[in-house]
């Protein structure tokens, strides 16, 4: 199933500049593999690093985020919800990404009890694991 930014805006609330999913690539009922196209043009990069732009570790992590919730959100059950950061458990950052790169985005959704759940995430750039981790999340309206 692929997704472009309209409609994944129509699944979860971000907008620009926090949007952080450019498109989904595939998804099913527990996961999902979105992109996210790193651009020099990001704000985050006028203050981050100027002399060499590198993405701050937290926007990775909340890429992935973001990831996670449009497959949670996607589930009927939970249309027109929130998903919200309840932990962010050992994550560790391999490598840098940087504007030009392509980030791909995997999440699992590995645990889903009423309104409380867990997901594994990793950050690829080519193939290459730059950031991997344990994300918790709560369900609410």
Same mark, same amino acid.
């Given at each position: 199933?692929?997704?472009?930014?309209?409609?994944?805006?129509?699944?979860?609330?971000?907008?620009?500049?926090?949007?952080?999913?450019?498109?989904?690539?595939?998804?099913?009922?527990?996961?999902?593999?979105?992109?996210?196209?790193?651009?020099?043009?990001?704000?985050?990069?006028?203050?981050?690093?100027?002399?060499?732009?590198?993405?701050?570790?937290?926007?990775?992590?909340?890429?992935? @985020? %973001? /990831?996670? $919730?449009? !497959?949670?959100?996607?589930?009927? *059950? =939970?249309?027109?919800?929130?998903?919200?950061?309840?932990?962010?458990?050992?994550?560790?950052?391999?490598?840098?990404?940087?504007?030009?790169?392509?980030?791909?985005?995997?999440?699992?959704?590995?645990?889903?009890?009423?309104?409380?759940?867990? @997901? %594994? /995430?990793? $950050?690829? !750039?080519?193939?290459?694991?730059? *950031? =991997?981790?344990?994300?918790?999340?709560?369900?609410?309206?």
């Amino acid at each position: 199933m692929y997704l472009n930014s309209n409609e994944i805006q129509k699944i979860i609330p971000h907008r620009y500049p926090f949007l952080l999913v450019d498109a989904v690539k595939e998804m099913n009922e527990t996961s999902i593999i979105a992109i996210k196209n790193v651009s020099a043009n990001e704000m985050h990069f006028m203050g981050h690093f100027t002399q060499k732009h590198v993405m701050p570790g937290v926007l990775i992590v909340e890429a992935l @985020a %973001q /990831a996670g $919730a449009i !497959v949670l959100l996607s589930k009927e *059950a =939970y249309k027109g919800k929130l998903a919200y950061f309840v932990g962010i458990d050992q994550f560790k950052f391999k490598k840098q990404v940087m504007p030009g790169d392509t980030l791909e985005l995997q999440v699992e959704l590995i645990k889903l009890k009423s309104i409380m759940g867990i @997901a %594994q /995430a990793s $950050a690829l !750039v080519n193939g290459e694991v730059c *950031a =991997y981790g344990t994300l918790k999340f709560a369900i609410s309206d």
